[in-house]
């Protein structure tokens, strides 16, 4: 049986209590039931990110793979649906999938991210353009975000209530009009939802592959943000940190070749809902600081 890391057992229980408990504790024998069923053995440690463990496995009719398995949480339900859709076109290939249980196998790719790009303009510009292939036709039955926008709005509010509305009436204006205004009026185009550089790897298949994906549906400008918010200590430094965030925008939508009006709409509003989540469950100030620039300049 695999070891569960002591880290994500903690930080797992402490999320989701008994419930995150329990899975961890059936988690080993989830996983070797999985190994048994899909005739694969393990190739070295496991690891994990914030809500799944990943174990590299060999199969006699597999190439090499990974075996993922999810925290059971609605936010996981899509991550198979969408590589199935992408086929292997710019994301890690599906080889097997138990919905029931969140797991996947998956195919392996090279060790590193996109994190260990030191250009930022490379990096971006090679995150856009990966959004752009993953940007295809939507299968039915994945959530679209013109379908979340009510949910967004009716949150937001409920957040700026429970902290004396800490952000400026323009900041929280602007959010709201984007659920409004943008929200509905959705494409029915597959997208990542959750883009940043460390859900980016490398690839002797391809030069980088997407992981981690949501599944969602809608406006592939809805993406740009995540880039945004990486490499927060370049904003710290710079000696304009505005200039540098309009920079970076520029970019992300020239090569991911979407409206850039659009993209910094998404920004400002899918930042304004984590400064004021991050407020309210405790988020370092650090980050806070940054969805706030990000919430602000674009408000």
Request: aromatic share 6%.
């Amino acid at each position: 049986m695999i070891d569960v890391p002591e880290a994500f057992a903690r930080s797992t229980v402490a999320r989701e209590g008994q419930r995150g408990r329990e899975w961890i504790d059936g988690l080993p024998r989830t996983v070797d039931d999985l190994l048994e069923r899909w005739n694969c053995a393990p190739a070295g440690p496991v690891w994990h990110g914030a809500v799944g463990v990943v174990l590299p496995v060999t199969g006699t009719d597999l190439p090499p793979a990974v075996l993922k398995v999810s925290f059971p949480h609605p936010g996981n339900v899509h991550e198979p649906d969408a590589f199935a859709a992408w086929a292997g076109r710019g994301a890690v290939t599906l080889y097997r999938r138990d919905d029931a249980r969140f797991a996947m196998l998956l195919e392996r790719a090279e060790p590193g991210t996109l994190a260990d790009v030191a250009d930022t303009e490379q990096a971006v510009t090679t995150a856009a353009r990966l959004a752009r292939r993953l940007a295809v036709p939507a299968p039915a039955g994945l959530p679209r975000l013109r379908d979340q926008a009510p949910g967004w709005e009716a949150a937001l509010r409920a957040d700026a209530a429970h902290l004396a509305d800490p952000l400026s009436g323009r900041v929280m204006g602007a959010a709201i009009a984007t659920f409004r205004e943008l929200a509905p009026d959705q494409p029915d185009t597959l997208i990542h939802g959750d883009l940043h550089d460390t859900n980016i790897l490398p690839s002797g298949r391809e030069p980088w592959l997407a992981i981690d994906a949501k599944g969602y549906v809608g406006d592939s400008a809805y993406d740009g943000v995540t880039l945004l918010r990486t490499r927060p200590e370049e904003y710290r430094a710079a000696a304009d940190p505005v200039s540098a965030l309009l920079r970076r925008l520029a970019v992300f939508a020239e090569a991911a070749e979407v409206d850039i009006e659009r993209a910094g709409r998404w920004a400002q509003a899918r930042a304004t809902e984590a400064a004021l989540w991050g407020r309210r469950y405790g988020d370092p100030p650090e980050i806070v600081q940054l969805s706030d620039l990000i919430a602000e300049t674009f408000a």
